[in-house]
């Protein structure tokens, strides 16, 4: 089992940055893929970033892509979500989830899921 807490979520105005943490605890960390993910209201859980379980190869949404950045220390059982220059259309839950397989956009690939954490921002 891998327990995962994001936190780091909150308002911000168009054009800031906020950077999401995802805490894991549980089996190794380091064996695991990790991805992002976000829900609006009224929408699908979509794919927003994935990293390998080394940290050596990311994979973005392409309408994140520029903005935003995915990285994961595994000494600390941490990924990261850096979130540049946000936009309106980027407010909803944000989930971190850990894959024993290959890191992917895909939901399915995905084991374990974290609670989510509300991000919000305001034009």
């Known amino acids: 089992q891998v327990q995962l807490v994001e936190s780091g979520g909150g308002l911000v105005q168009a054009g800031g940055s906020l950077r999401l943490s995802c805490a894991a605890s549980?089996?190794?960390?380091?064996?695991?893929?990790m991805g992002w993910f976000r829900q609006a209201p009224g929408k699908e859980r979509e794919f927003v970033a994935a990293i390998s379980w080394t940290g050596g190869a990311t994979t973005l949404a392409g309408s994140v892509k520029g903005r935003f950045s995915i990285s994961r220390d595994n000494a600390k059982n941490t990924v990261y979500l850096q979130m540049n220059s946000l936009k309106p259309e980027d407010t909803a839950v944000y989930y971190c989830?850990?894959?024993?397989?290959?890191?992917?956009?895909?939901?399915?690939?995905?084991?374990?899921w974290g609670q989510g954490t509300q991000v919000t921002v305001s034009s």
């Open positions: 989830a850990a894959s024993s397989h290959h890191y992917s956009g895909y939901v399915g690939s995905y084991d374990y």
């Open positions: 549980g089996r190794t960390f380091s064996s695991y893929a």
